[in-house]
């Protein structure tokens, strides 16, 4: 069943999905969000993304489409946003879509499709069985519960795609402990864990996704000229 499970990842065009990492200085990053994958060249996406380390966070809505990427901060402490645009967030800003440079684009979607279709397709075995664990019920439907040992290749594999500073130290070195859930009726993976360093939970597969660039947006340069 589990073979079978991540084989069907492969076959996912759309999905909703909820990513949150933990990183050992303290700092969550959740992502949330609906992705198409439809396009393999320039996969789109559209949700949330709430960071938090102690008292500061950020929380903004983002779109990624056509190779675009666009953002739009609701809310962040100034330390947070510094860290992450080397600039300050001023109070007119908040709440207008900024479409970011390239070398800002697409991380997160170059993550998810990597996870739901390049490592999918590795022909060397991913994981290493451990045992069966109680089953559970989640939107109405049964769960089957597996404990699993992750391959080191495949943590190679998204050490080498997520950014360093949304991952902890050392990151090859943790434990490979996993969980994966998958229902009963479809087969597909609703929940997805390792180590509580990485968890992932999955819905509406393969449902009709609508993602579509801002109507009004500012470019990154005309927000922060002094980056210029």
Known sequence: MIDSAFLNLEKVKTIHSQITLHQSSGMNVTVNGDFNFQNPITPAGSGTVTINQGKDFLDANFIVIDSNTYINVTDASQPLFNSFFQ??????????????????????????????????????????????????????????????????????????????????SGFMNVTKEAQISISNKDNNVYQFSINNIIEIQNSHFNSNVSIQAPE?????????????
Request: proline letters at 7%; aromatic letters at 12%.
């Open 216 to 228: 009004k947006y500012k470019t990154f340069q005309e927000v922060f000229p002094e980056l210029q």
């Open 87 to 168: 600039t300050d967030l001023t109070k007119k800003n908040e709440g207008v879509w900024i479409k970011l440079p390239q070398n800002y684009s697409g991380e997160g979607i170059a993550v998810m499709q990597h996870i739901f279709v390049d490592i999918s397709k590795s022909p060397t075995p991913l994981y290493t069985f451990e045992n069966k664990l109680p089953d559970a019920f989640a939107n109405g439907q049964l769960l089957y519960q597996y404990q699993i040992s992750i391959n080191s290749h495949v943590l190679r594999s998204i050490e080498n795609v997520v950014p360093s500073r949304f991952l902890p």
